[in-house]
């Protein structure tokens, strides 16, 4: 099955990068797309229980999905998330 999730403090392919890298360690999802213009991941996954573990991951990193609270501690996280992402790339 895939889904597709809009999210909130996505900026960049550092952010991206960061997103991917962190969802491909959960096992049960693959196949994981992030765009940046549209603010969403993308991604298939194998039972319904997948989509809430990749929501409160994407919520630790700092990437709440559309209509949750976004409170500045997400916000300041998404920063660092990001600035991980990019010394990775």
Known sequence: MNTTLEIQNLKCGGCANT?????????DVDSITVNTDENSVSFDYKNDSN?????????????????E?????????SFVSCAVGRMKN
């Open 19 to 27: 997103i991917r890298t962190r969802l491909e360690e959960l096992g």
């Open 51 to 67: 989509i809430n573990e990749v929501k409160v991951l994407l919520s630790r990193l700092g990437y709440p999905v559309l209509g």
């Open 69 to 77: 609270l976004n409170p500045l501690t997400k916000k300041a996280k």
